[in-house]
């Protein structure tokens, strides 16, 4: 999920495994589950490999999870307790700091964690679940767009979010979530080259 292999490439299970210092068995499961997620496919007699989404894929990831995250905030937002609020204003200092350092595949990794943090509080196993599934393929390709992209404005939604949910405002709170996963469908439509 951090580019370490990108699109197209192969992905030997033994060489995992001995890099990792551990059996074949857990990085088969490793590469079901993310099979099951899309990051990869897996065809038999040939491996596994990085999947090459199109950048419609990608695009339609985040137009439904501008539903799943506005929904999330809107319920977390009347039950934001202040070491949450502590917990996301981090994430949202760390993405910058990281993005300003050109470290993407940190950025990506705060920026999962601020979104994630909005999921948990707001108490709905279904979001989360649905979160969990959709995040990590987006997430995969974000780390590999972000290097060509400016992403500087969509970085700074984050801060819209912080706000209206430090405000208690649910509809707020969940327009600004709402528009910044719709900002991202439009970033992977417009600029990820899905042959990277």
Do not use: C
Not at 98 to 103: I, V
Not at 145 to 152: E, F
Not at 157 to 186: K, P, T, Y
């Amino acid at each position: 999920m951090r580019g370490y292999y990108k699109p197209g490439a192969r992905i030997v299970e033994l060489q995992v495994a001995k890099e990792l210092g551990t059996s074949q068995s857990p990085v088969r499961e490793a590469l079901r589950d993310l099979a099951a997620i899309g990051i990869i496919t897996i065809h038999s007699r040939r491996g596994a490999r990085v999947r090459l989404p199109t950048s419609k894929e990608l695009a339609d990831i985040s137009v439904v999870r501008s539903e799943i995250d506005a929904l999330a905030a809107s319920l977390a937002a009347p039950v934001m307790d202040q070491p949450t609020l502590d917990t996301l204003r981090d994430a949202y200092r760390e993405m910058q700091e990281h993005y300003g350092a050109g470290d993407h595949g940190a950025m990506t990794q705060a920026d999962a964690r601020f979104h994630r943090v909005i999921a948990n509080t707001s108490g709905n196993q279904a979001i989360e679940h649905v979160f969990d599934q959709l995040e990590p393929f987006a997430r995969t390709f974000i780390t590999l767009t972000l290097p060509t992209a400016d992403v500087g404005s969509i970085i700074s939604e984050h801060g819209r979010i912080l706000d209206a949910l430090e405000q208690g405002d649910a509809l707020l709170a969940a327009h600004h979530a709402r528009d910044h996963q719709l900002n991202v469908s439009a970033l992977f439509r417009d600029h990820f080259d899905a042959q990277v």
